[in-house]
């Protein structure tokens, strides 16, 4: 008989020790499956973390636990993609982008600001910041809101792939899951991301207005600072979102309507 229950598998991986004890963050998934996939979804994240460009852990920590939950469907953002030929016209266009999602400008200059004097020796969560106010309203420090419970199903991820004429990769595939999950909320203007690897510079802006908007370069190769900003509507209970961010289980789906 097949077991119907869904499993949340989660790895963190870091050098120089655990993250608590100072480790750097080298790598981070989260992945939804069966009973019977559980096994593939430890090796995917393994695979992840093992040969990673921030480089070879000494820490890794693979767990799961079952999802009692209902699931919330998703259909991805729309994708679009921004080329860009220099560093400072990316993030000019990241910054359009984020107005156009009613972040105001002055936020805009302190979420800059909060990234520029970050020691960062690799968050592996996200920032949440008070849309109005410009502050950083979660309290998880350098650790940050990692948000978890996502998934989107391989071979429809690589048939949307093929029709947006996108790469397959996991990379994009995580981001674009993770970017709708964080859009969904209705209380979340935007978000701002680039990869703390080295090796990749395109990052995004996404919100359900907007969608998912790839910009080709938003660091300089070898860097290995990377950001998350969620920006947030002022709410009086801050752990309403980080509830959702971390436990809400979401899976996307796409149909080929869905872009029509
Ligand atoms: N929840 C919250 N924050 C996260 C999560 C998560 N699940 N995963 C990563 N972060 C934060 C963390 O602070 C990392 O330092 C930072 O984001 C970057 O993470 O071509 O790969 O996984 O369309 O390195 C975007 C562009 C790639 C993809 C982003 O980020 C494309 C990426 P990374
Ligand atoms: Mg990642
Ligand atoms: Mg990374």
Redo the contacts with the bound molecule.
């Keep these: 008989m097949q077991d119907k229950k869904i499993y949340s598998i989660r790895m963190r991986a870091a050098k120089g020790g655990p993250h608590e004890k100072g480790g750097k ?1 080298i ?4 992945v939804l499956a069966n009973y019977e996939d559980i096994k593939k979804a430890v090796n995917t994240l393994l695979d992840k973390a093992i040969m990673h460009s921030r480089g070879n852990p000494d820490f890794m920590q693979i767990q799961f636990e079952e999802v009692e939950k209902p699931v919330q469907y998703l259909a991805p953002l729309r ?1 679009k993609t921004n080329n860009v030929s220099s560093l400072q016209e990316g993030h000019q266009r990241a910054i359009n982008l984020l107005k156009k999602c009613g972040v105001p400008r002055p936020t805009i200059e302190e979420a800059y600001k909060l990234m520029e004097q970050s020691e ?1 020796s ?5 920032i949440l910041l008070n849309v109005h106010s410009g502050e950083r309203v979660d309290n998880r420090g350098e650790k ?5 419970r996502m998934d989107w199903d391989n071979d429809n991820f690589n048939n949307w792939a093929i029709r947006q004429k ?1 790469p397959s ?1 996991l ?2 595939k ?3 899951t ?1 970017a709708t999950k964080v859009a969904s909320h209705p209380e979340i203007f935007a978000e701002l ?5 080295p090796d ?1 510079i ?3 802006v996404a919100s359900k207005k907007i969608g ?1 908007q ?1 910009i080709s370069k938003l660091k300089e190769y070898g860097d290995e600072r ?3 900003i969620i920006f947030v509507k002022n709410v009086p209970n801050i752990d309403t979102y980080i509830d959702y ?1 971390e436990k809400e289980p979401t899976l996307l789906y796409w149909e080929e309507d869905d872009d029509t």
């Design positions: 963050h790598s981070g998934g989260e994708i960062n690799g968050m592996r969560g996200a940050g809101v990692r948000v978890s996108i990769e990379k994009i995580e981001a674009i993770l991301c680039w990869s703390d690897d990749y395109t990052g995004y998912y790839r990377g950001f998350r961010l």
